[in-house]
């Protein structure tokens, strides 16, 4: 994916919107930054939930399970999509080891865009690999 300095800058403002603007539980968030397979995508928060984005920009994607805080403490993982339920957990460190447990396969860092140009940048990628395995063998 997208590892130049302009994904990582946009990440990382992302990572430091969320710490800032208190939504989200902060140990909650420093148990997910200090997790780098989450610390390289976009993070975003909704009632307290905080969710991961393959993407930097709006309207984020939805193939990643997301952390929600549970009534009485704790926390809850859900997703990908709303009304599935993961699990409940009493950590937040828990809860972040479940979510890297479930992401999508090759996934990281956040690509700078949309999930629609995402989406067109994993088709282009895959075509041009598909490419690149039909060529250079023989047909002996």
Known sequence: ??????????????????????????????????????????????????HFSRCTEQRWTWDIPYIQPAVGGGYRVSGPLRGEVVGPVATPEQAV????????????????GTPEELALHEATDQFAGLEAQGTGHSTN
């Open 1 to 50: 994916m997208d590892t130049t300095p302009a994904s990582r800058a946009l990440v990382e403002a992302g990572w430091q919107k969320v710490r800032a603007d208190g939504r989200v539980r902060r140990a909650l968030l420093e148990a997910a930054y200090a997790e780098p397979r989450l610390r390289w995508l976009f993070p975003w928060t909704g009632m307290g939930e905080l």
């Open 97 to 112: 080891a479940m979510v890297v447990e479930r992401l999508p396969p090759a996934c990281g860092p956040a690509f700078v």
